[in-house]
């Protein structure tokens, strides 16, 4: 059974600040991907990470796949409050379901 | 161009029955899949529908069934409801069964088994 963990679980930054939450798992990923998602609402896909060392960035946050595609990250630059929800990872694993973590709660303050 | 849409948006159930919620997945979408959201907790997986058929299914018992139609909407049934059924039922459409490709989700379906 593949186990995902993220970190930290919660995280309450001020406005400015920079941050990263990290992604783990003990199978390697056919593919990764992160989901931010608010409250009342689904998640919402962010990127998608396919190849071993990969970077992909998105405006203010920076996505890294990990060499041997078992670990991950996001980083975010300059946070604002607009950044504030729960940030969820998501891995395919080779020949089997489809798997979240448990996300990380992140609160961005003005 | 609508997204995902579910139905309804609440749900109130005692223990032992049986409910049904509803998915319409984004214009163009063939898969349609089911998650669980528990409150606190990532989502898991049920099942996906592709082809009118189930194709992949997650250790979910037997109590949790569905079913696509040709216009690739969707169905989740739940029978026999227990009290750790109350969650956040989400549903999420793609083009195609890889989980490489993009899922859109909807805002799901909040019930609550009383």
């Known amino acids: 059974t593949q186990l995902l963990e993220q970190s930290p679980q919660f995280l309450s930054i001020q406005e400015g600040e920079n941050l990263t939450v990290y992604c783990n798992s003990s199978s390697v990923f056919s593919s990764l991907q992160w989901y931010r998602q608010e409250p009342g609402e689904g998640p919402v896909l962010l990127v998608t990470v396919v190849t071993g060392g990969e970077v992909k960035k998105l405006k203010r946050l920076t996505f890294q796949f990990g060499d041997a595609r078992k670990d991950s990250s996001l980083h975010i630059t300059a946070a604002q409050p607009g950044d504030t929800g729960l940030y969820l990872c998501a891995g395919g694993y080779y020949g089997q379901n489809f798997v979240f973590g448990p996300g990380t709660r992140l609160s961005v303050l003005p | 161009d609508a997204g995902v849409t579910q139905s309804p948006t609440h749900l109130i159930k005692t223990r032992g029955q049986q409910v049904t919620l509803r998915c319409s997945p984004k214009s163009g979408h063939d898969t349609v899949s089911w998650y669980q959201q528990a409150l606190g907790q990532g989502p898991q997986f049920i099942f996906q529908y592709y082809e009118e058929e189930e194709r992949q299914r997650g250790n979910f018992p037997d109590r949790f069934s569905g079913h696509q139609f040709p216009n690739y909407s969707s169905e989740l049934n739940v029978n026999a409801l227990l009290l750790g059924d109350s969650a956040l039922y989400l549903c999420?459409?793609?083009?195609?069964?890889?989980?490489?490709?993009?899922?859109?989700f909807g805002d799901g379906t909040r019930l609550s088994i009383l």
């Open positions: 999420a459409s793609s083009s195609g069964t890889g989980f490489h490709q993009p899922q859109h």
